[in-house]
């Protein structure tokens, strides 16, 4: 049997809490842990979480550079440019990564 490298840590959460949120949500008891641990203790909390709307997300060019991706990305649109991208992305711990530079046109937009 291969033993494992690192080990789940489970945050102890309110069991009543949580055990409410599982019966208002009609979900699982884990998926119940996992929000509660999140912060996420009422159906309304809940909703907010899954159903954001455009006021809760901070504003993109607050990021170092995105003025300037977002006029090389213009330009490349607008003179149908190659592009190749190296992405390295973390969403909400977990870390992916496309290593090979994919070369492709970017389409540009059929909207008015």
Excluded at 12 to 30: G, I, R
Excluded at 52 to 66: A, H, I, R, Y
Aim: proline share 3%.
């Amino acid at each position: 049997m291969q033993t494992r490298k690192y080990q789940w840590k489970k945050k102890e959460v309110d069991q009543p809490t949580s055990l409410h949120l599982a019966k208002e949500l009609n979900v699982s008891k884990v998926i119940s842990e996992i929000l509660v641990a999140r912060g996420i203790h009422d159906f309304d909390s809940a909703q907010n979480y899954f159903r954001p709307n455009e006021t809760q997300f901070q504003d993109g060019f607050l990021m170092k550079g995105m003025d300037v991706s977002v006029e090389r990305l213009n330009k490349a649109i607008s003179n149908r440019l190659r592009c190749g991208w190296n992405m390295f992305s973390c969403y909400d711990g977990s870390v992916f990564k496309i290593s090979k530079s994919q070369s492709f046109v970017l389409p540009t937009s059929s909207r008015n």
